[in-house]
C-alpha cells in the first residue's frame, strides 16, 4: 500500500549498502519519476536537506516536498546520517528533530514513511571501523574503537531501540525495518518495494559494487598512517582535503593489488561476547516489537572467517611500511603556492 501525500526517508542505517542504493537510484531517474518518486539527483542536495533541518530551516524541504506534490508523487531522500541527525535536540524546542519535522508534514497535510536496513551488531561494527579508518577519521585499534562505542555510542551507535523509540511511539510515521543479512535480495529493490514500488521491470541494475571493503592490509596501513597523523602532522590530520588525497591513494592500492580479496576481520571471541552482552535485551526488545520474533530468529549468531590481520612474513611487513610512507607522502605533500602574476 502506498501512503498518499507522503515524504520517504531512507536513513540508512550506516554500512547497510546505503551507497549502493543511492547510486542505483541516481541512475534510474526515469524509472522513478514513471514510479511518481521525485528524487534529488545529486548527493550533495539530500545532505543539504539534512544541513538545513539540523538549523531549523524549512525553505528546502516545503519546495521538495511541493515540488513533488506538483507532480503527484513522493519525496524521496536517502541519507544514512539521518538515523543518527532525526534523534538530536531541536534548536526551536524541548523536541528532536524528528518532532520538528513532523510538525512541517503535519502543517502540510504529509505523512513520514521512514525505511532503515537493521544488521546484527558485530558485522555492522567491524564494517563501520573499516570505512572510518579508510577515511582516516580515527586512529584507534578495532578493540578499543569498540570498547568505546559500546560505552559511549557516539557515530556508531547502533542500539536500535534508542534510535528509533521515537518513531516507534508515533503512530503517524510509517516504519519499514528491513533486516540487512547475507544472502538477501537486492538492497534497492527491497527499499522500493517496501515503499509500495512492486514492478520492478526497467530499474537497471549498476555495473560495478560501490564502496567495496578494501582488505585488512588496506587497514593495516590506515592504522599506521593515521597515528602518524595525529602525533606527528596534526595540520594534515585536520585537512578534510589531505584526507581524500590518501584515502584515493589507498583505495587505488587496494585495487591494484586485489586486497579486497582478504576483508578485514577484527571480530574475536572476547568481543563477540562483549558486543552480545551490551545489545542482547535491546535487541529482543526491538525484534519482538517491529518483528515479533527474537533477535537471533533473524540474525544467527555471527562465525567469523579465520582472516589475517597482520603482515604474515617480514618481507610482506616491509612492502606495507614502504606503502605506509607513500599514502602519507600524499597527505602531507606541500601546496602549491599559486603563480603570482
Not at 538549523?55 to 538515523?83: F, T, V
Not at 576481520?265 to 542482547?280: D, H, K
Request: proline share 7%; hydrophobic share 40%.
Amino acid at each position: 500500500m502506498v501512503a498518499p501525500r507522503s515524504l520517504v526517508l531512507h536513513v540508512g542505517i550506516h554500512k547497510t549498502a546505503s551507497t549502493y542504493i543511492q547510486h542505483r537510484l541516481k541512475a534510474n531517474q526515469p524509472f522513478l519519476r514513471q514510479q511518481g518518486l521525485l528524487y534529488p539527483r545529486r548527493r550533495c542536495e539530500h545532505l543539504q536537506l539534512v544541513k538545513a533541518l539540523r538549523h531549523g530551516d524549512w525553505q528546502p524541504w516545503e519546495q521538495l516536498l511541493r515540488s513533488a506534490e506538483r507532480k503527484g508523487g513522493r519525496a524521496l531522500i536517502s541519507a544514512e546520517i539521518l538515523s543518527l541527525v532525526l534523534t538530536e535536540p531541536s534548536r526551536q524546542g524541548p523536541g528532536t528533530l524528528l518532532a520538528d519535522l513532523l510538525q512541517l508534514l503535519t502543517r502540510m497535510d504529509m505523512q513520514l514513511e521512514l525505511v532503515a536496513f537493521i544488521r546484527d551488531q558485530p558485522t555492522y561494527l567491524n564494517s563501520r571501523y573499516t570505512q572510518l579508518l579508510k577515511r582516516f577519521y580515527l586512529s584507534l585499534t578495532f578493540q578499543r574503537y569498540v570498547q568505546q562505542t559500546l560505552l559511549h555510542g557516539g557515530e556508531s551507535r547502533c542500539d536500535y531501540m534508542e534510535m528509533f523509540s521515537e518513531v516507534l511511539e508515533r503512530p503517524e510515521v510509517r516504519c519499514h525495518f528491513l533486516p540487512f543479512r547475507s544472502g538477501e535480495t537486492d538492497p534497492c529493490q527491497r527499499l522500493l518495494q517496501a515503499i509500495g514500488v512492486s514492478d520492478l521491470e526497467g530499474f537497471t541494475p549498476l555495473p560495478a559494487e560501490a564502496n567495496v571493503q578494501p582488505g585488512w592490509q588496506a587497514v593495516w596501513i590506515a592504522q599506521r598512517v593515521s597515528r602518524q597523523l595525529a602525533e606527528q602532522h596534526p595540520q594534515a590530520w585536520g585537512d578534510s582535503s589531505a584526507k581524500l588525497r590518501m584515502r584515493e591513494r589507498l583505495e587505488r592500492m587496494a585495487a591494484e593489488q586485489g586486497w579486497q580479496a582478504e576483508p578485514f576481520q577484527g571480530l574475536t571471541e572476547s568481543l563477540l561476547t562483549q558486543i552480545e552482552e551490551r545489545y542482547r535485551s535491546s535487541n529482543d526488545l526491538f525484534a519482538r516489537r517491529v518483528w515479533g520474533c527474537g533477535w537471533r530468529e533473524l540474525f544467527p549468531r555471527p562465525i567469523p572467517p579465520a582472516m589475517p590481520m597482520r603482515p604474515r612474513s617480514r618481507e610482506e611487513r616491509q612492502q606495507l611500511l614502504a606503502l605506509v610512507d607513500d599514502v602519507l607522502k600524499e597527505g602531507i605533500q606541500p601546496v602549491s603556492a599559486p603563480v603570482q602574476g
